[in-house]
């Protein structure tokens, strides 16, 4: 069973970081596209970032990039979204998706077949 688990989720002060894990069983991230995206209430599921597996090849949405570093961890099956500088408008449910790709990665969910539950962030103080 292909599933992917996300995980590292809390509340957090503006200013902190947190670093959420996307974590797959049942099958292996080489060669997959990974892309983050995160939805607030009332709103529509955003893209943040996704990596290309197969080359490392990162993208990031321009209301992250400079704050959130995606990795891709072989030995672990794991890809990461750390996230450095939060603000109140990050926070939301963060989900990742995932897809067997040799294709450069993009922020389309649609690109992405198989998600996980989701994991929670709040920004507050």
């Known amino acids: 069973q292909l599933q992917v688990v996300e995980s590292g989720g809390g509340l957090v002060q503006p200013g902190w970081s947190l670093r959420l894990s996307c974590a797959a069983s049942g099958f292996t991230l080489d060669y997959y596209n990974i892309g983050w995206f995160r939805q607030a209430p009332g709103k529509e599921r955003e893209g943040v970032g996704c990596?290309?597996?197969?080359?490392?090849?990162?993208t990031y949405a321009d209301s992250v990039k400079g704050r959130f570093t995606i990795s891709h961890d072989n030995g672990k099956n794991t890809v990461y979204l750390q996230m450095i500088s939060l603000k109140a408008e990050d926070t939301a449910i963060y989900y990742c998706g995932t897809e067997p790709s040799f294709a450069p990665c993009t922020l389309a969910a649609a690109e992405y077949k198989t998600w996980g539950q989701g994991t929670q962030v709040t920004v507050s103080s």
């Open positions: 990596i290309s597996t197969g080359g490392g090849i990162t």
